[in-house]
């Protein structure tokens, strides 16, 4: 092939919106290499954009299953240095496709279906640690978010499909046991699923609920951070440090501190350790009056795309990322904050114990059109690719 060229409106406390777990948040899928290419689905074609191929695409294929049958992939996730990428398919809804990066060629597919007990469509699903897709792997470890359930996932792409379907249907029986972990059904459908550098595991369900664990195969969360429970999570993400939590509604954006100190002076995480009295206010990030006006827009008109911290390249000396920035969209505006000034902010409202609406100086950026993803590149805090209906932009910050 030749290259070429609104969730619904609700009050911090206000009424449950009931939503999908079908109805990603994304409205392309895509994802970024080690390299900084990316890989960003229209319809059932796969485009490759350079960083230096000024938005034209230099490469496409089609999405395909193992029978050749195309496909419009909901989610993109790279795999094994990027030489291999996961696709989650829309139509066989339990579905994940491990394809070659370079060919397109369908390798290996899972189902869920395949599992005792665990026949629910795939929502979505992360790597079990927080860039373990830039790491050389043979076999594919992923935390699955399945209806109200997480389940561990670990498959070979290189054993025949047949025998594929034999050794995850076993699971039960050996030492690889099928570890799940079962949210309570009032909680509804996962909307979003993230992991620390270390493997903790943050998920967003319907009923407003951010839920840490430190892994799955336990009955409860080790943490619940619940105080606007009832709004719906568009997404979540979580530092490489698990220190912090954000997560993204139609509004606003929370941010949470989950680093503490617990009784017996030992420095934890909400991961690792229930916070109890230790858990700390939630801050909630809208868009200042000013910008909303530079924008030409009113409040009520803001409809927030998942937010995502940067990727780098910062490093402290245990080799985690520091974060610097926060990028979300609205519209055809990608709207980035400064995570630096967003912690001086949380300081103010770790001191006075008490959720704080905070209406946060922006940088505004208008694109050319609505914007449908975006993430940051690699080993940068400041160029953001963005796809968008009908153009492709990376931005320095």
Same mark, same amino acid.
């Given at each position: 092939?030749?290259?070429?060229?609104?969730?619904?409106?609700?009050?911090?406390?206000?009424?449950?919106?009931?939503?999908?777990?079908?109805?990603?948040?994304?409205?392309?899928?895509?994802?970024?290499?080690?390299?900084?290419?990316?890989?960003?689905?229209?319809?059932?074609?796969?485009?490759?954009?350079?960083?230096?191929?000024?938005?034209?695409?230099?490469?496409?294929?089609?999405?395909?299953?193992?029978?050749?049958?195309?496909?419009?992939?909901?989610?993109?996730?790279?795999?094994?240095?990027?030489?291999?990428?996961?696709?989650?398919?829309?139509?066989?809804?339990?579905? $994940? #496709?491990?394809?070659?990066? +370079?060919? %397109? /060629?369908?390798?290996?597919?899972?189902? *869920?279906?395949?599992?005792?007990? &665990?026949?629910?469509?795939?929502?979505?699903?992360?790597?079990?640690?927080?860039?373990?897709?830039?790491?050389?792997?043979?076999?594919?470890?992923?935390?699955?978010?399945?209806?109200?359930?997480?389940?561990?996932?670990?498959?070979?792409?290189?054993?025949?499909?047949?025998?594929?379907?034999?050794?995850?249907?076993?699971?039960?029986?050996?030492?690889?046991?099928?570890?799940?972990?079962?949210?309570?059904?009032?909680?509804?459908?996962?909307?979003?699923?993230?992991?620390?550098?270390?493997?903790?595991?943050?998920?967003?369900?319907?009923?407003? $609920? #951010?839920?840490?664990?430190? +892994?799955? %195969? /336990?009955?409860?969360?080790?943490?619940? *951070?619940?105080?606007?429970?009832? &709004?719906?999570?568009?997404?979540?993400?979580?530092?490489?440090?698990?220190?912090?939590?954000?997560?993204?509604?139609?509004?606003?954006?929370?941010?949470?501190?989950?680093?503490?100190?617990?009784?017996?002076?030992?420095?934890?995480?909400?991961?690792?350790?229930?916070?109890?009295?230790?858990?700390?206010?939630?801050?909630?990030?809208?868009?200042?009056?000013?910008?909303?006006?530079?924008?030409?827009?009113?409040?009520?008109?803001?409809?927030?795309?998942?937010?995502?911290?940067?990727?780098?390249?910062?490093?402290?000396?245990?080799?985690?990322? $520091?974060?610097?920035?926060?990028?979300?969209?609205?519209?055809?505006?990608?709207?980035?904050?400064?995570?630096?000034?967003?912690?001086?902010?949380?300081?103010?409202?770790?001191?006075?114990?008490?959720?704080?609406?905070?209406?946060?100086?922006?940088?505004?950026?208008?694109?050319?059109?609505?914007?449908?993803?975006?993430?940051?590149?690699?080993?940068?805090?400041?160029?953001?690719?963005?796809?968008?209906?009908?153009?492709?932009?990376?931005?320095?910050?």
């Amino acid at each position: 092939m030749e290259p070429g060229e609104e969730s619904p409106e609700t009050s911090p406390r206000g009424k449950v919106s009931v939503q999908s777990a079908m109805d990603s948040p994304y409205k392309t899928a895509m994802d970024i290499t080690r390299d900084n290419r990316a890989f960003v689905s229209k319809g059932d074609e796969i485009r490759l954009h350079t960083p230096t191929d000024g938005g034209k695409f230099t490469q496409a294929y089609r999405a395909r299953l193992k029978d050749d049958t195309t496909f419009s992939p909901r989610k993109i996730s790279m795999h094994d240095q990027s030489r291999k990428m996961l696709m989650l398919t829309p139509d066989k809804k339990n579905m $994940v #496709v491990f394809t070659d990066t +370079e060919t %397109g /060629k369908a390798l290996s597919q899972f189902s *869920l279906d395949l599992m005792k007990d &665990v026949a629910s469509p795939i929502a979505t699903f992360v790597h079990d640690k927080k860039f373990g897709r830039l790491s050389q792997a043979d076999t594919v470890k992923l935390k699955v978010a399945t209806g109200h359930q997480l389940v561990d996932v670990e498959f070979d792409p290189r054993v025949k499909e047949s025998e594929q379907a034999a050794v995850i249907q076993n699971l039960d029986d050996d030492k690889k046991s099928l570890t799940r972990t079962e949210l309570p059904k009032k909680a509804g459908a996962i909307r979003d699923v993230a992991t620390t550098s270390e493997g903790g595991i943050v998920a967003a369900s319907a009923d407003g $609920v #951010v839920r840490l664990y430190s +892994e799955l %195969g /336990k009955k409860k969360a080790t943490t619940e *951070l619940n105080q606007y429970s009832g &709004v719906p999570i568009l997404g979540v993400d979580v530092s490489s440090d698990g220190h912090w939590v954000l997560y993204t509604t139609a509004k606003y954006l929370g941010l949470v501190n989950v680093a503490f100190k617990s009784d017996k002076g030992v420095h934890t995480t909400g991961f690792d350790t229930t916070m109890g009295k230790h858990k700390k206010p939630v801050m909630l990030i809208r868009l200042s009056d000013k910008d909303l006006a530079d924008m030409g827009i009113s409040e009520d008109e803001v409809s927030f795309g998942p937010a995502r911290f940067d990727n780098g390249p910062s490093l402290d000396v245990s080799g985690t990322i $520091v974060e610097k920035y926060v990028v979300t969209s609205t519209g055809n505006f990608t709207v980035q904050w400064n995570m630096r000034h967003l912690e001086s902010d949380y300081a103010h409202v770790e001191k006075a114990e008490a959720d704080f609406l905070q209406k946060a100086k922006a940088q505004i950026y208008r694109q050319s059109d609505r914007v449908l993803n975006q993430l940051f590149d690699f080993d940068s805090s400041y160029a953001v690719v963005t796809a968008m209906e009908s153009d492709f932009k990376r931005i320095k910050i």
